[in-house]
């Protein structure tokens, strides 16, 4: 029995991944869209389902309920306090500069500190900042990756491996299926060699810690909810802070994206120590007690 659990998830983990890279290519081949990797996040939910419903298991075990307010409250303002941490060191070394033609400085309030404290609701309301459209779309994309990663591959792996080693290992499979970016991203794909080896060297730390952040509010909360919001704050506030590496479209911060961005060199180890924090301090707990919330 273990062993069939265990070819099932090597095979999920190879099928998300190759289908997950092929799709990404093939968008980038054909102009279909500007951040294809961004286009695909929805595939990985559809592959966990796929394999749940050949399994057998129930959808139930993913965790629907709403989380606690302090899970919602954590989801918001931690990426919105790691985004301010990149823009403040980015400031202290001189590498980022006001830019004064983003949306954000002029619309939709001529106040731009009130325009980003609107991106906060805009989370959850469509038209504060978001078509409704775009405002589906993020929601649905963010689910399907949290679903599979952690709702899916990451409770399975917790079952058999215990909850360290399920972070680490799904935390770097997720960090492969964006292996992507390297190629497909405007800005990291025409770095020189030096840089480009920074950034992937950079990159697994950075996506590992992000993965022990989003895990422990998932297995705390015990709703797949919880990493949605955390997840989704964080790929907004970065957005429209400091610009997004997927596109190279610059944000209210100007600077160079491989470097400033809350995906590049700064951001990955801002996010790298934010996840040796939680990693450090919050997995430091009696199993049962942790598996226990997602019961």
Partial sequence: MKKESNRKTIWFIFSVLLFSWMLSLGLAILDLSRSPLTAVMIFPMIAAVVFMVISKEKFSA????WPQLRYMLLGLFLPLLQMAAVVAIGYALDLLSFNNQHYLSQNPTPYTWMNVILCI???FIPFVLLSLPRFFVGWVSHL???FAWRGYLLRRLMERDGIVKAVLVSGIVWWAWHLPMFWLS???SRLPV???ALTGLLSLPSLVGTACVFSWV???SGSIWAP???HLSWNLFRGVLTGRLSDGELGLFAGDLWLVNGEGVIGMIVT????IIFFYFCFNQPEKKLKGNLS
Avoid: C, N
């Fill in 186 to 188: 405007p800005v990291i």
């Fill in 194 to 196: 030096e840089r480009l």
């Fill in 228 to 230: 949605t919001i955390m």
């Fill in 62 to 65: 993913i965790g629907w309920k």
């Fill in 272 to 275: 790298a120590l934010t996840g």
């Fill in 121 to 123: 609701p805009a989370i």
């Fill in 144 to 146: 399907g990756e949290e």
């Fill in 218 to 220: 998932y297995v705390k």
